[in-house]
């Protein structure tokens, strides 16, 4: 989908999103309060530049607009592949921008992830798995990596990996296997403003992915094996 088209979807109210370079930066009005609008367009990969650009406007939101709700609008197609980002250490600035996310939720900043159109691998870890709650568009493109791809690095043939895509969530793409491992809170249709509106509202209780996977049959072991090192933990303390 078009970030515009997007855009004016999102925000009927009023909305004052740039683009420049296929960066997203702006501000937009939901339920008549301000929230601030950060993403990526073009299914652009994240190299150094972008990841400074994202985390330079969640710090400045932290800093001159305190407790207003981050929306990352997102669309990429993962991590930039190039020897320069990868000299210059592209972990490093993915990793500031992750811990920048962070910060704004420990300062009271709720924040939104919104996959509108394709979501890979690095892009997609530091921008809508670092949100308190993430959903997407039902045509969006989200995985970890393409099959062929996972084929050629793994040496395993594509054909088995195809099939084990079928019963496993964990190697076929699209939101609805996303929504079953619990990295999606949910898909979003009709009405997108009210839909954000709710989920702006909606109380954060912690980091509940591994729960709604073992719930939604996606992620069957995550939960289970958290609460035994929990349960272990506390049995070892005492």
């Not at 088209?5 to 683009?19: T, Y």
């Not at 939901?30 to 972008?50: N, Q, S």
């Not at 970890?144 to 395993?156: D, E």
Request: hydrophobic share 45%; glycine share 10%.
């Amino acid at each position: 989908m078009d970030w515009k088209k997007l855009a004016d979807q999102l925000f009927p109210e009023w909305h004052a999103i740039v683009e420049q370079d296929d960066f997203l930066c702006g501000s937009a009005q939901v339920g008549g309060a301000a929230v601030a609008v950060i993403g990526t367009t073009g299914h652009t990969p994240i190299g150094v530049e972008i990841a400074l650009a994202q985390a330079k406007a969640i710090l400045r939101t932290v800093r001159e607009y305190p407790g207003m709700p981050i929306l990352m609008l997102i669309d990429t197609q993962g991590q930039r592949l190039r020897h320069r980002d990868e000299m210059l250490g592209i972990n490093s600035y993915m990793a500031h921008l992750g811990k920048c996310v962070d910060l704004a939720r420990r300062n009271g900043h709720k924040i939104i992830g919104l996959v509108y159109d394709q979501a890979l691998s690095g892009g997609f870890i530091t921008s809508g798995l670092m949100a308190d709650a993430c959903y997407a568009l039902p045509d969006a493109t989200i995985r970890v990596m393409g099959l062929p791809a996972m084929a050629r690095i793994t040496k395993v043939p594509e054909e088995v990996l195809t099939e084990l895509a079928k019963a496993n969530p964990v190697f076929a793409p699209g939101p609805e296997n996303y929504l079953r491992m619990g990295g999606l809170e949910a898909i979003w249709e009709g009405d997108l403003a009210a839909q954000l509106q709710a989920a702006l509202v909606q109380s954060t209780d912690g980091d509940r992915r591994s729960a709604l996977g073992l719930q939604r049959g996606g992620r069957r072991l995550a939960q289970p094996v958290i609460d035994a090192v929990m349960t272990d933990g506390h049995v070892r303390s005492a």
